[in-house]
C-alpha cells in the first residue's frame, strides 16, 4: 500500500509514520510485523505452513512470553502493541484457540492500562486494536469487547453510516476513480429505504412514491437472481457493466434478501448469492477500491461476513479483504471501527431472525 495514499489520521498512515520506527527498534515488535506481512500474503494466496510465517510467529511469541516476564514488561505499550496482529491472523487461519488465547491476554493488559483510552502512540491503538478484536468477533459470531471502548448496543434501524459515508465521497470525489451514477443510485436506494424501514412515516415525507418504486424495483431483481440457476451466465443488470459495480449490486441483493421480509431466506440462495458477490469482488484490485470508495467497499465486505457461516473460509476471506480499505479510512479515535460493528450487528441479527423462519 506504499504507493498510495491514505487519509491523515487512518490506521494505514500510523502504521506508515509510527509501527516502522517501533518496529526497527524491537525483536518482540520486528518479528510480530514480519509475521502479520507474512501471513497476509499468505492468506491472499491461500497458503498453509509457510515456514516463513511459522518462524516469525514463534519468534514474536517466544519474545513476547520474556517481555512479559520481565519485570514491568506488562505495562510496555511496545509489547502490547505486538498482540493485536496475532488476534487478527490467527482468526484468519480460522485458529479459534489461538485466537481466544491471544484477545484474553490483551484484553488482561489492556485492563492493567486502564482501559484502551488510557493507551499511547497518538491514536495507534484506538484503531489497531478495535479492528483485529473487530475481525475475530466477526469469524467467530462472538461478542465484541474492548476495556475502556463503549460498545454501542444493536440499532433498531439498519445503520447506514458507511453507506452515507460513501455516497459522500461520490459527491466531492472527481475523476476516473469514483463510483459510478449506477453504483451511486444502489447506495441512495438502500439509504431511502433503511431511513423508513417500517414504512409508516414515509408517507408524510413525500417519498412514498420513490420509496414504493424502489422496494418494486429491488424484489424484482431478486426474485429473477433467485430464478436463475447459479451456473447459469449472468444476464448483467444496467448497473454491473465492471468488477465495482458488479460487488455493489451483488452485495445490495443479498441486503435485500436479508431485509425483505417478502422472500423466505434459505441456506442454500444466500450460499449462491455470497459466490456471486465473491466472484464479482476478485474482478477489481484492492488498490481500485481503495482510490475509488473504500467505504463502499467495506459495507459490501460487511455484508459478505454476515451472509457466509459463522467460522466458515467464506468468513475469513470477506474479512481479509475488509481489513484493507478500512485501514485507509480517517477515523475518529475507534469512531470508524465501531460503526463496521454496528454495521454488522445488525445484520447478522436480521440473518439469524431470517434463517429461523
Known sequence: MAPLEVENGSLAFILRTGWVSQALADPCFFHATL????AHLDAFQRKSDNPITIYHYTMALRLLREKLASPGGALDEGTIACIPPLVFFSSMRSDKDSSRIHREGLMKLLRVKGG????GFGGFFTALIPVCVLTEAVIFDSEFD????DIPPTP???PTNLVTAALKRAAHQTGYYNLSPEAITIFQDISLICRYLDGYYVASTGE?????STKIKWRNQLQQ???????APENDHPSTSNGIDQS??????IFWYLLDDYFSVNASTLQNLVQTLKDSLVK???DTWIRCSPEAHTWICLVGVVASSPCSDDRAWFSLRHGQPVVCIRSEGASLYLDCWRTYDWLNRRRKLRLKH
Open 35 to 38: 509475521f502479520a506481512a507474512s
Open 116 to 119: 484502551l483510552h488510557k493507551m
Open 146 to 149: 474492548i476495556p475502556g471502548l
Open 156 to 158: 433498531l434501524a439498519p
Open 208 to 212: 412514498e412514491s420513490l420509496y414504493n
Open 225 to 231: 437472481k433467485i430464478s436463475q440457476r447459479h451456473d
Open 248 to 253: 455493489c449490486q451483488a452485495a445490495a441483493l
Open 284 to 286: 477489481t484490485s484492492m
